[in-house]
C-alpha cells in the first residue's frame, strides 16, 4: 500500500486548495476569536478577578465590533472559498504521512535491527493522549486555551520525556516491597557539587530496566566498576538505561565514593540543545497554563526544574564541567523499592504499574486524539518529528465526502512511531450523533514493521486508534461504532497481510487498540459497552472483568473547573494528588449513576472505582505468531501534560517473547 505524503494527488489541486482555505481562514478566524474573547476558562476569571478596572471588560466592549465589522467584510470571500473548498475534499486522502529523521535520534531502520540482536525477545512501549487541540472558542468549553501554543508545548514534553534515559533507582528494604513515587533530591541537583555527581556515578549500572532482577549480586559499585573495565555488558543493553541501586543498611543514603576508593564522575547530556537563555525566552509569552514555577518538572528542558524531582540524564565515563552542568537536560527518576531477595515491584500484578510525571522513556508509538485544529497538528507534529522519524495526521475526511453528513473538522486522531509503517487505513464513522456528527472520527489502522529474523522474515505489528462518540446516553451509538471497529479490524489484517500458515513472510509481534471511548469500566451507564465482544478478543490490563477494575486503575478525565488548582497545574503536583485516594475523589471526574443524587459528591461517596477511565490500551494475543508470547511489562497514567490537557496519557510496555533460550 502507498503511503499518502501529501493530502491531493497532485500540485494543482493542492494549489486550488490552499487557495480555497487562504478566502475561508480570514472568517474562520475572526469567528473563532470573536467567540473565545465570551467564554473565559476559570483561570482568566481568576486574574480577571484581581482586576479593579475591569481592563478585560473594556478591551472586549472595544474588540468586539472592529471583530464584528471585519468578520461581516470577510463573509462574502469565505462563501467564494467555500464553494471551491468542498467540493476538492472528494478528492482529498484520509490522511498526510510525514517522514523526518532527526540526526539525533536513532533512526527507524537501525532500530529494525535490535530483534536480530535480541537473544529471546523485544519490549515496545506505547503511548495514548486526549490533548484537546480544539480551535481556541471550542477548546474553552473544556477550560483550556491558546490552542497553538499548547500543541507546541504538548508536543515538546512528550518528546523530551520520551526521549531522557530510562532510569530505574531501587532501595534494598528488608521490609518495604512497594513502589514510591517520592522525588529524590539526595541525588543530585543543579547546583550539586562534583562529590554529589561522583556519589550518583558510582552507585549506576547500565542494563535494560526490564532485565534487571534485583539480586545483590550487583548492588556493589565495585562490581560495577570491574564489570565495565572488563567491558562486560548486558545482552540486548539498552545504552539510555540507566539502574541505581541504593543499599538498605544505611536508610538509603549514598556514600562519598571518594572516602570508600570508588571513584567516578558523571557526565550529564540531554536530548534538548537550547541554553538557559533561549529556554528563558521561549517561555515569556507563553499561556499561564503551561508557565514554569519553581518546581515545575513538566518540561524537561527547563532549567528551572525542582532539583527535588529530577536527576542528571545520563551517566558516562569522562569528567564533568560544572560550568555547564545547569545547562543540561535533568530527568527525574521513579523511586522503586525492593527486597534485598529478588521479588517482584508489585507482589498484587505481575507488572509493574505507576503513576508517573513523565512519559515512558523509549516510547516507541504514540496515539493521540482531538488534534482537530489543523495549524495545532502541524506545531504538534514539528515538535514530535523531534524524537518519532514516523507521523500521520490530519487523518479524516471533510464536507460529506465519505460520511453520511457534513463534517467541518477531521477525526483529531494523530499517530507517531519510530519504527517504519507499512501501511495506513482510515474508517469514519457513520453514526455519529449530535456536535460529533460534525467531526469524522473515526478509527485509524497502522502496520508497522519492527524488525526481522535470520531468516529475512519481516516481523511486523499491527496498532490502531480510535475515538468513539462521546455524549452522555449514546450507548447504542458506541456499541455500533464498536462493532464496526471490530470489522474494520479485521478486514484491515486480511487486507495488509502477505503470510500464509504453510509460507510465513511475515511474523506478527503484537496488536493493540487505544483511544478514547468515552465509556468506563465502572458505570453503570456504561454496562452495555462494558460487556461488548470487544472485551473477549482484546485484553485491558486496567480490568477484572465488566464493571470492576483492578484497584491500582485510576480515572484518566479530570474535573475541567479545576485544571488550573495548584493541586494538580504542574506534572509534580498532579501526580502526588491523583495517588491520594482524597485527591482523586477531588479532581478526577466519576461515574454517573442513575440510583444516586445529582450531586458530584454523592456519586464519588456511593460507586465503587477512582474515576472514569475512558482512555483505553488494549491488546490481543490472537492472530500473532504461536511461538511468541505477549505480557505486559508495564502500565503508566502520565500527569506529564498538567494544565495542558483535561485527560490523563496511558502507557503500556509488552515484552514479546520468543521463547528462544540463551547461546
Excluded at 562534583?194 to 556519589?199: E, G, K, L, V
Excluded at 517482584?344 to 493521540?368: G, Q, R, T
Excluded at 442513575?594 to 490472537?622: C, P, V, W
Aim: glycine letters at 8%.
Amino acid at each position: 500500500m502507498v503511503l499518502y505524503t501529501s493530502p491531493f494527488p497532485n500540485g494543482f489541486l493542492s494549489a486550488l486548495h490552499s487557495f480555497s482555505w487562504g478566502l475561508i481562514f480570514p472568517c474562520y478566524w475572526l469567528g473563532d476569536r470573536l467567540v473565545a474573547s465570551f467564554v473565559p476558562t476559570t483561570y482568566e476569571k481568576r486574574q480577571r478577578a484581581d482586576d479593579p478596572c475591569y481592563f478585560h471588560a473594556l478591551c472586549v466592549f472595544i474588540t468586539t465590533p472592529i471583530y464584528l465589522a471585519l468578520l461581516v467584510v470577510s463573509l462574502p470571500f469565505a462563501l467564494i472559498g467555500f464553494l471551491l473548498w468542498s467540493p476538492l475534499q472528494s478528492a482529498r486522502r484520509p490522511y498526510v504521512y510525514s517522514r523526518l529523521q532527526d540526526k539525533g535520534q536513532i533512526s527507524g531502520s537501525t532500530l529494525l535491527t535490535e530483534w536480530k540482536a535480541a537473544s529471546n525477545g523485544k519490549s515496545f512501549c506505547f503511548g495514548s493522549a486526549n490533548v484537546c487541540l480544539l480551535p481556541d472558542s471550542l477548546a474553552r468549553f473544556n477550560n483550556v486555551f491558546n490552542t497553538q501554543a499548547r500543541a507546541k508545548e504538548v508536543g515538546r514534553r512528550i518528546r523530551n520525556g520520551a526521549s531522557r534515559p530510562q532510569i530505574k533507582i531501587y532501595i534494598d528494604s528488608p521490609t518495604n516491597t512497594s513502589i514510591s513515587a517520592a522525588s529524590f533530591s539526595s541525588l543530585v541537583s543543579p547546583q550539586s557539587g562534583d562529590s554529589n555527581n561522583r556519589a550518583v556515578s558510582a552507585g549506576i549500572k547500565r542494563t535494560t530496566s526490564m532485565e534487571y532482577k534485583g539480586d545483590n549480586s550487583g548492588s556493589n559499585s565495585e562490581d560495577s566498576k570491574d564489570a565495565k573495565a572488563r567491558g562486560e555488558t548486558n545482552e540486548g543493553e539498552d545504552s539510555n538505561t540507566c539502574i541505581v541501586k541504593i543499599g538498605g543498611d544505611d536508610n538509603g543514603h549514598i556514600s562519598d565514593p571518594e572516602a570508600d576508593g570508588t571513584g567516578g564522575q558523571m557526565n550529564s547530556k540531554g536530548p534538548a540543545d537550547r541554553s538557559p537563555e533561549s529556554e528563558a525566552e521561549s517561555l515569556k509569552g507563553q499561556t499561564p497554563n503551561h508557565k514554569q514555577k519553581e518546581g515545575d518538572s513538566g518540561s524537561l528542558d527547563s532549567y528551572t526544574a525542582s532539583r527535588e524531582s529530577l536527576v542528571k540524564a545520563r551517566a558516562g565515563d569522562g569528567p564533568v564541567d560544572q560550568s555547564t552542568v545547569n545547562s543540561k537536560l535533568l530527568y527525574k527518576a521513579s523511586l522503586m523499592k525492593k527486597t534485598s531477595v529478588r521479588k517482584k515491584k508489585n507482589m498484587d500484578e505481575a507488572f509493574d504499574h505507576e503513576i508517573s510525571a513523565f512519559f515512558p522513556a523509549n516510547l516507541d508509538f504514540l496515539c493521540v486524539q482531538e488534534v482537530f485544529d489543523k495549524r495545532a497538528a502541524e506545531k504538534l507534529k514539528e515538535q514530535l518529528h523531534h524524537y518519532f522519524e514516523y507521523v500521520l495526521y490530519d487523518v479524516g475526511v471533510y464536507s460529506c465526502h465519505g460520511c453520511c453528513t457534513f463534517k467541518f473538522v477531521n477525526s483529531g486522531l494523530l499517530f507517531a512511531s519510530r519504527y517504519p509503517v507499512m501501511d495506513a487505513a482510515y474508517h469514519c464513522y457513520p453514526n455519529g450523533k449530535g456536535t460529533d456528527s460534525l467531526a469524522s472520527k473515526g478509527a485509524l489502522f497502522l502496520k508497522v514493521q519492527v524488525g526481522s529474523t535470520p531468516q529475512d522474515q519481516r516481523i511486523v505489528g499491527y496498532i490502531s486508534c480510535t475515538h468513539l462518540q462521546a455524549l452522555a446516553g449514546d450507548t447504542t451509538v458506541r456499541c455500533e461504532q464498536l462493532d464496526l471497529l471490530q470489522d474494520w479490524l479485521s478486514d484491515f489484517r486480511k487486507s495488509t497481510s502477505s503470510s500464509s500458515t504453510a509460507n510465513p513472510e511475515e511474523l506478527v509481534a503484537f496488536d493493540v487498540l487505544c483511544g478514547d471511548l468515552n465509556f468506563d469500566n465502572c458505570s453503570s451507564d456504561d454496562k452495555l459497552e462494558q460487556q461488548h465482544s470487544l472485551f473477549t478478543r482484546y485484553k485491558d490490563p486496567c480490568r477484572l472483568g465488566p464493571g470492576e477494575d483492578k484497584s491500582w486503575a485510576i480515572g484518566t478525565l479530570l474535573d475541567p473547573e479545576r485544571l488550573y488548582d495548584e493541586e494538580i497545574c504542574t506534572p509534580d503536583n498532579l501526580q502526588k494528588t491523583m495517588e491520594s485516594e482524597d485527591g482523586r475523589r477531588r479532581y478526577l471526574v466519576f461515574p454517573t449513576s442513575k440510583t444516586h443524587g445529582s450531586s458530584q459528591k454523592g456519586r464519588k461517596a456511593a460507586l465503587k472505582g477512582n474515576g472514569r477511565r475512558i482512555d483505553y490500551m488494549l491488546f490481543t494475543e490472537e492472530g500473532l505468531y504461536l511461538e511468541w508470547k505477549v505480557e505486559v511489562e508495564e502500565f503508566s497514567f502520565i500527569t506529564q501534560l498538567a494544565g495542558l490537557t483535561d485527560h490523563l496519557p496511558v502507557a503500556m510496555r509488552l515484552m514479546v517473547s520468543t521463547g528462544e533460550e540463551d547461546p
